[in-house]
């Protein structure tokens, strides 16, 4: 249980073009997911929060009309990398909240995806 | 501000000999301190959730244990295989998590 696929696994793009990953919950509904960043040898950091059915909010510094965030669908967020440049070259990671958990108590656990590895020429 | 740190930043282990991961730990409010293991190229894999002072969970050669500032991860018997980055991390009230710097290890044969 707990899945979450990326897609896709690698790319390549040329600078200026626009990118779409999709990060999908294949077991369990998600309301809240998350995109992050990594870059080599380094801790992930945190992108934006996805919210299903309105707007995401990003992390100070993160330009939100370059990072475009969408989560129409409780199982479905993606991040669209636009007018993409070598500098946005990395690794980004989505994360999904299992918002299906039912008890007193709200799930704060987070499953990841297995990433995907952009590379802007 | 919550903060998660991890020590030691690198553990180099060879086969057989055990050892430990520290996780210490100042949120507001604990809704569970998570560790994960990440491969490279390769998004963390959940490995445990911890939510109270004395829990304890297993899996195979690894155990998370938990006080009310700290987590440890031991590996016991280490195999090759073990040797990868282990995360710990906190989840604040917007559910954000704030992670530690991780601990690589690497389990020689």
């Known amino acids: 249980g707990a899945v979450v696929s990326q897609h896709p696994s690698r790319v390549i793009c040329k600078s200026g073009t626009s990118v779409k990953i999709e990060c999908r919950s294949l077991d369990f509904q998600a309301t809240t997911m998350f995109w992050y960043r990594q870059f080599p040898k380094q801790s992930l950091m945190l992108m934006a929060t996805?919210?299903?059915?309105?707007?995401?909010?990003?992390e100070q510094g993160v330009e939100k009309d370059k990072f475009l965030i969408n989560h129409a669908s409780l199982t479905l967020s993606t991040l669209t990398v636009t007018s993409a440049h070598p500098e946005d070259s990395s690794f980004y990671i989505c994360?999904?909240?299992?918002?299906?958990?039912?008890?007193?108590?709200?799930?704060?656990?987070?499953?990841f995806g297995p990433g995907t590895r952009l590379t802007v020429t | 501000e919550d903060q998660v740190t991890q020590s030691p930043e690198a553990l180099r282990l060879q086969e057989g000999e055990s050892s430990s991961l520290n996780c210490s730990y100042t949120v507001s409010g604990l809704r569970g301190l998570f560790w994960y293991r990440q491969d490279p190229g390769k998004g963390p894999e959940f490995l445990f959730t911890l939510y109270s002072a004395g829990e304890e969970k297993e899996k195979e050669r690894l155990k998370a244990t938990l006080t009310k500032k700290e987590s440890f991860l031991h590996i016991t018997a280490p195999k090759p295989e073990d040797s990868a980055t282990y995360l710990c991390a906190a989840p604040g009230v917007d559910y954000k998590l704030s992670f530690g710097a991780g601990t690589t290890v690497t389990v020689r044969a």
């Open positions: 996805s919210n299903e059915g309105s707007k995401a909010t990003y």
């Open positions: 994360s999904a909240r299992d918002s299906s958990r039912t008890g007193p108590l709200p799930s704060y656990e987070q499953y």
